[in-house]
C-alpha cells in the first residue's frame, strides 16, 4: 500500500518561502509521474505543479516563476519549493501521482498559511 507523508508547512509572511516535501513509500517511485496539489477548505483540489519520471515540470499558471518542483529518486521523495509567496496561496498541500485521476489514498496534506 502507498504511503504519502507531506512536511514542510507552516506560517510564513507575503513574500516568503517554504519548501515543501512528500515522501513516498510502498511503490517503486521512480516510475510515477509525480504532481502537488493544494486544497482551500470548500473548493476543489487543483493541481499545482507536476513533474514525470524523467524530470520534466509543469505548473499551474498561478505559481509559475514562483514554485519549483523537484524530486529526488534516491529518497522516494518528491518537493515544492515556494517563493514569493502570496495569501491566495494559502492552503492544504498534498502530493500524489500526476494524473487527473491519481489512484493512491491522500496523505494528511501540509497546511501553508500566508499571513502577515
Known amino acids: 500500500q502507498v504511503q504519502l507523508v507531506e512536511s514542510g508547512g507552516g506560517l510564513v509572511q507575503p513574500g516568503g518561502s517554504l519548501r515543501l516535501s512528500c515522501v513516498v513509500s510502498g511503490s517503486i517511485f521512480s516510475i510515477h509521474d509525480m504532481a502537488w496539489y493544494r486544497q482551500v477548505s470548500g473548493k476543489q483540489r487543483e493541481l499545482v505543479a507536476g513533474?514525470?519520471?524523467?524530470?520534466?515540470?509543469n505548473y499551474a499558471d498561478s505559481v509559475k516563476g514562483r514554485f519549483t518542483i523537484s524530486r529526488d529518486n534516491t529518497k522516494n521523495t518528491v518537493y515544492l519549493q515556494m517563493n514569493s509567496l502570496k495569501p491566495e496561496d494559502m492552503a492544504v498541500y498534498y502530493c500524489?501521482?500526476?494524473?487527473?485521476?491519481?489512484?493512491?489514498?491522500w496523505g494528511q496534506g501540509t497546511q501553508v498559511t500566508v499571513s502577515s
Open positions: 513533474i514525470s519520471s524523467g524530470g520534466s515540470a
Open positions: 500524489n501521482e500526476w494524473s487527473a485521476l491519481p489512484l493512491w489514498s
